[in-house]
């Protein structure tokens, strides 16, 4: 595992909102590790894809996006993370504190996230920040604002997955370049991949 790690994305994974600016298309940049990665200009901002073929199922795999207890280990950089609020058994509020490499600031994130079914073979996972009376904001650490996050599973065959994973953030504060550029591209591969051995654990149980 690399010492610094793509903080700037968090876990979240689609189609996003364009914000009145004209659509451009996904350009593929990279392929490792099985993980096809794509990423796409929206206004000044930068969205990535991850896709990938991964071994689980889909109720499991949301399963560990939405259990703190497996963060650690598939979240790099990870320093705490909690549930704050289960709305509903298909809408949830989150809390991540991600460390950063010094001098910079830790950046936290309070988002929500609800899942759907577009039928019976394929959910969604759609995340975006959100604030909560629970979580005041510090000026130990800066916030973290994602603007749209998803993840697309696809069941194709028994045991097998399709995971599309998009995401658009911001991460606030001085960022480098070349560190924001270099993470948009690892943090697919190790994100949907670790959930994967996340995935293979909760079969041998």
Same mark, same amino acid.
């Given at each position: 595992? *690399? ?5 700037? @994305? *968090?876990? @979240?994974?689609?189609? #996003? ?11 593929? +940049? ?7 990665? @794509?990423? %796409?200009? =929206?206004?000044?901002? /930068?969205? #990535? ?10 109720? %499991? #795999?949301?399963?560990? $996006? ?25 809408? @949830?509020i989150?809390?991540? $504190? ?26 969604? +996972? ?15 650490? =800066?916030? *973290?604002? =994602?603007?749209?996050?998803?993840? %697309?599973? &696809? ?9 599309? #994973? &998009? ?10 370049n ?10 697919? /591969?190790? *994100? ?5 051995r ?5 079969? %041998?149980?």
């Amino acid at each position: 595992m *690399l010492p610094m790690i793509p903080w700037i @994305f *968090l876990f @979240f994974p689609a189609v #996003f909102y364009c914000h009145g600016q004209k659509e451009t298309t996904w350009e593929k +940049v990279k392929e490792r590790d099985g993980i096809e990665v @794509f990423q %796409k200009k =929206i206004g000044e901002d /930068v969205a #990535f894809r991850g896709v990938g073929i991964l071994t689980g199922e889909c109720d %499991k #795999f949301i399963e560990v $996006l939405h259990d703190p207890s497996t963060w650690s280990s598939w979240v790099e950089n990870l320093k705490s993370g909690e549930m704050i609020e289960k709305k509903s058994d298909s809408h @949830f509020i989150f809390r991540q $504190l991600i460390g950063t490499p010094f001098p910079m600031k830790d950046r936290e994130a309070v988002f929500q996230s609800i899942v759907s079914r577009k039928n019976r073979n394929i959910a969604m +996972v759609d995340m975006k920040s959100v604030n909560h009376p629970s979580v005041k904001r510090s000026d130990k650490w =800066i916030r *973290l604002e =994602i603007i749209h996050s998803r993840y %697309k599973i &696809e069941e194709i065959g028994k045991g097998r997955l399709r995971v599309t #994973f &998009e995401n658009l953030s911001k991460s606030s504060g001085a960022v480098p370049n070349f560190l924001s550029n270099w993470a948009s591209l690892s943090y697919p /591969v190790t *994100l949907l991949r670790g959930i994967e051995r996340e995935l293979q654990k909760t079969r %041998k149980k």
